[in-house]
């Protein structure tokens, strides 16, 4: 640490992302939820070499096309949507933005680890809600809560989601407080807030190309809500990193947008996988928490998590662990193709004797 940096600054613990190995050779990377499959088509034949050379010219600050992309495909006005620098920096911009007269933000106890960073970042105070003894978010603990409330749907990194009626619970008992729903995961079998928007004024819904669009590289998320929050959300922005998407990036994210086919295709195609998968890992005595994800948390009484983790990397497969209280007996297992998941379940077999 040097002697310039701030006071608030000198405690703080950044976000540990998972590891992004240099030389993938070997490895079957299945420990940051990316997606297995490429790009939707599409994205390969706008990123011509005119475009490559249009980089020398600044990026249009709206992402005017992909912002008309994302609002047409949900059914919402352009002024109701706002992209940024992957969801990461949506929820920056929300943290900055919304911490309301307590200063404070009530998400889950075991939920996105970004969280509690964002709160000591921007000095707001975090308030960590236990899980129910299954795991599941109960929508009464965050009833008249005096802050803003974040949830993520499906949570990160039980795999669990709330039904639609549970989050409207939530947004009708909060009437006061904004209510950020992180949806990274929704498009692996949860239902959507989105629609939602027009009836609550005190919605936000945060979603990401990063999953279900096969873009993680190419850092785009978006919010969705009313105008209102939108232009707050736009001051932060402009008041920070007017050009924070990249031209590439927002061609590559509107041709994502548009193809609705490839989207309905892979994450069905996941889908597909992560059921057979759950099936085989529970015959070989894992318990999985029930995930409209597209990862799945499991834990087993014959290994510990961390050593079943171990074991795994040095078969060259990475999964992620997480060493925190009531989760460290569970590893995240991002679902990728059949022939990755088959993979794992032979490692796993070696390692359980079986
Ligand atoms: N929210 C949740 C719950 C996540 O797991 C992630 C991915 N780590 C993000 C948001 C951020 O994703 P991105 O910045 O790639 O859009």
Known sequence: MSRFLNREYKELIPYTPGEQPKVKGRLVKLNTNENPYPPAPGVSSVINEKQLQDLKLYSDPEASILTEAIAENFGLEKSQVITANGSDEILAFIFMAFRGETNKIYYPEISYSFYPVYCDVFGAQGVKIPLREDFSVSPEDYY??????????????????????????????????????????????????????????????????????????????????????????????FSFNPYNLDRLAILAGTEAMKDKEYFDTTRNKIIKTREDFVKSLENMGFSVLPSNANFVFAESREISGEEYFTKLRERNIIVR???????????????????EMDMLLEATKEIMGK
């Open 144 to 237: 008249d809560a005096d802050g803003t409330i974040v949830i993520t749907n499906p949570n990160a990194p039980t795999g669990m989601a709330l039904e639609i009626n549970q989050i409207e619970d939530i947004l009708s008992h909060n009437r006061e407080n904004l209510v950020v729903i992180d949806e990274a995961y929704v498009d692996f079998g949860a239902q959507s807030a989105v629609k939602l928007i027009d009836k609550y004024d005190n919605l936000l819904v945060v979603q990401t190309f990063s999953k279900s669009r096969s873009l993680a590289g190419a850092r785009i998320g978006y919010a969705l809500g009313n105008k209102e929050l939108i232009t707050d959300l736009n001051t932060i922005k």
């Open 321 to 339: 662990y997480f060493n925190k209280d009531k989760i460290s007996n569970f590893v995240r297992i991002t679902i990728g193709t059949p022939e």
